[in-house]
């Protein structure tokens, strides 16, 4: 069982940085793949990023290349996202999640966090 606690969202001004971090519980963390995924209102869950065990790779979402970095920290059984250059169409709710495979899917992650608000104003 993996509990997972997201923070670091809130409101920032288009061009603007924030980090996020999830952390988890349990002392299994780094048997897991961990994925960032982000959810507008009336749209469906969307995948951001993941990253492997040891976080060695990683993969993004095209609409966040070269703007996202995601990171894990397994000695503190965290994962964090680096947001840079934010867009308002950013401005979503964001979840983490962990899996035991590597996977872009929803359907293919364990658990999941209660998500965090992230709002890029123009």
């Known amino acids: 069982q993996v509990q997972l606690v997201e923070s670091g969202g809130g409101l920032v001004q288009a061009g603007g940085s924030l980090r996020l971090s999830c952390a988890a519980s349990?002392?299994?963390?780094?048997?897991?793949?961990m994925g960032w995924f982000r959810q507008a209102p009336g749209k469906e869950r969307d995948f951001v990023a993941w990253?492997?065990?040891?976080?060695?790779?990683?993969s993004y979402a095209d609409f966040v290349k070269g703007r996202f970095t995601i990171s894990r920290n397994n000695a503190k059984n965290t994962v964090y996202l680096q947001m840079s250059n934010l867009k308002p169409e950013d401005s979503a709710v964001y979840y983490c999640?962990?899996?035991?495979?590597?996977?872009?899917?929803?359907?293919?992650?364990?658990?999941w966090g209660q998500g965090t608000q992230v709002t890029v104003s123009s």
């Open positions: 990253i492997n065990w040891s976080g060695g790779s990683t």
């Open positions: 999640a962990a899996a035991r495979i590597y996977s872009t899917y929803v359907s293919h992650y364990d658990y």
């Open positions: 349990g002392r299994t963390f780094s048997s897991y793949v």
